[in-house]
C-alpha cells in the first residue's frame, strides 16, 4: 500500500522567514496531494492541493509544488507569520480508492 | 452551518465500558471516514464508508464497529475500552479523491 513519508518532524524559521516540507510517497498510481494544517486542539483542515497533471500551485503564500518522477511533493510558505504555528501534514491518494494518506507531520514553529 | 459535526467532544471513560461517538455531514459527501490520531499527532485511517457501505476497514481490533444508518452518518461503537484506545477519533467525510472536511475531533480518555 502507499507509504508517505514527511520531513523534517519539527522546524523552526524566524518570522517573516521561509519554510519548506518535503514528503515522497511510494505509490506511483497516487494522484492527489493534499496538505493540511492542525492547530493546536482543532481539526486538520485542507490549505492547499495538487493534482498529478500539475508541477505546481499556488496560492498567496502558500505554494506546493510536485515532482512525479521522483515521487516528491513540497509545502513551501513564504513570509511566515506567528500563526502560521501549526502541524502541517502531507497526504497522498488514487483516484480509484478515496483513502488518503498522512504523513507524520510536521510541527512548525515560527520564532519572533 | 455546512459541516461535519460529531458528538461528544469530549469523553472519558473507564476501562471495560462501551461507548459511542456520533458523526453527522450536511456537505452531500459520499464517503465518511473515521480517522484515529494518537499523542504523536499521526493520523491513521480506520475505517471508510461510501454511501453506507463499508470500503475501508484497516487492521483495527474487532472491537471497533462503525455503523452507518444513510450516507450523511456514520457512527463509531467501542466495545470494553482499553487505555491504548485513548486517542482523538476524527470523522470526515468527501467527495471522491478530494480532500476531506474534518470533524471537531473526540477525546477519548480511558482511565
Known amino acids: 500500500g502507499e507509504n508517505v513519508e514527511q520531513h523534517p518532524s519539527t522546524l523552526s524559521v524566524q518570522e517573516g522567514d521561509s519554510a519548506v516540507i518535503k514528503c515522497t510517497y511510494s505509490d506511483s498510481a497516487s494522484n492527489y496531494f493534499p496538505w493540511y494544517k492542525q492547530e493546536l486542539g482543532k481539526r486538520p483542515q485542507l490549505i492547499i492541493d495538487?493534482?498529478?497533471?500539475?508541477g505546481e500551485k499556488k496560492d498567496q503564500r502558500i505554494a506546493v509544488t510536485l515532482n512525479k518522477t521522483a515521487k516528491h511533493f513540497s509545502l513551501h510558505i513564504t513570509e511566515t507569520q506567528p500563526e502560521d504555528s501549526a502541524v502541517y501534514f502531507c497526504?497522498?491518494?488514487?483516484?480509484?480508492?478515496?483513502?488518503?494518506?498522512f504523513g507524520k507531520g510536521t510541527r512548525l514553529h515560527i520564532l519572533p | 452551518d455546512t459541516a461535519v459535526s460529531q458528538t461528544p467532544k469530549y469523553l472519558v471513560t473507564q476501562m471495560g465500558n462501551d461507548k459511542s461517538i456520533k458523526c453527522e455531514q450536511n456537505?452531500?459527501?459520499?464517503?465518511m471516514y473515521w480517522y484515529k490520531q494518537d499523542s504523536k499527532k499521526f493520523l491513521k485511517i480506520m475505517f471508510s464508508?461510501?454511501?453506507?457501505?463499508?470500503?475501508i476497514n484497516e487492521t483495527v481490533p474487532n472491537r471497533f464497529s462503525p455503523k452507518s444508518p444513510d450516507k450523511a452518518h456514520l457512527n463509531l461503537h467501542i466495545n470494553s475500552l482499553e487505555l491504548g484506545d485513548s486517542a482523538v477519533y476524527f470523522c470526515?467525510?468527501?467527495?471522491?479523491?478530494?480532500?476531506?472536511?474534518f470533524g471537531s475531533g473526540t477525546r477519548l480518555t480511558v482511565v
Open positions: 464508508y461510501n454511501n453506507k457501505e463499508l470500503i
Open positions: 470526515a467525510s468527501s467527495k471522491a479523491n478530494y480532500g476531506y472536511t
Open positions: 495538487i493534482r498529478s497533471n500539475v
Open positions: 456537505l452531500g459527501h459520499d464517503t
Open positions: 497526504a497522498a491518494s488514487k483516484s480509484r480508492d478515496d483513502k488518503i494518506i
